[in-house]
């Protein structure tokens, strides 16, 4: 029952959180948007250690209001930082303070809940570019500039939620007399 409350609290925007067959949904509704007529690129996003970095603090807030069936676990569980103990070292730990824990089988739920303000938030900023988010890889189709405006809205306002986009690891691929053209994401303004 509280897959089905993630799934609900995060689709079809982001596809990570409990969505059956999310990464097929992502691919067609991707796919949908490149053979639009009116589309003139895509534009391919990712995050850097995005599970890793995601801000716990606000990832909680916005799981407390969107989904609050999933919040006192996760409360329970991130709201103090952990402990990490350094393999080889005889007691050495490190506090995990940011991000998921590794093995926690509700941390795609927690950072796809996380991120559902930024997603929804691009939206409005750019309502024009058709976006699909599958955890921290995040795609949008359309016109270069409502494209413009999505890139730019989630280099400015990712940083609030732990998101951090990768120029180098994102791709622009643009539709033109010629055939396709692609590379790293190289907007500044």
């Known amino acids: 029952m509280l897959k089905y409350d993630v799934a609900q609290c995060t689709a079809p925007m982001q596809l990570c959180g409990g969505v059956k067959g999310g990464v097929e949904a992502a691919v067609h509704g991707l796919r949908a948007v490149w053979e639009d007529n009116e589309t003139e690129a895509v534009l391919l996003v990712d995050a850097r250690n995005a599970f890793n970095c995601m801000n716990r603090k606000t990832g909680l807030q916005n799981t407390g209001i969107i989904c609050p069936e999933l919040f006192t676990y996760l409360n329970n569980t991130y709201q103090k930082p952990s402990d990490l103990f350094v393999a080889g070292s005889e007691g050495l730990k490190i506090k995990s303070q940011e991000g998921t824990t590794q093995g926690d089988t509700t941390a795609m739920a927690f ?78 303004s």
Do not use: R
């Open 111 to 188: 950072y796809a809940l996380s991120l559902m303000k930024l997603i929804k938030d691009a939206k409005t900023k750019a309502p024009d570019a058709k976006e699909v988010f599958y955890a921290d890889d995040g795609a949008a189709g359309g016109k270069l500039g409502p494209l413009s405006q999505f890139w730019k809205y989630l280099q400015e306002d990712g940083p609030k939620y732990g998101y951090f986009v990768n120029p180098s690891k994102s791709y622009l691929i643009v539709f033109g007399n010629y055939g396709l053209c692609y590379g790293p994401v190289l907007w500044t």
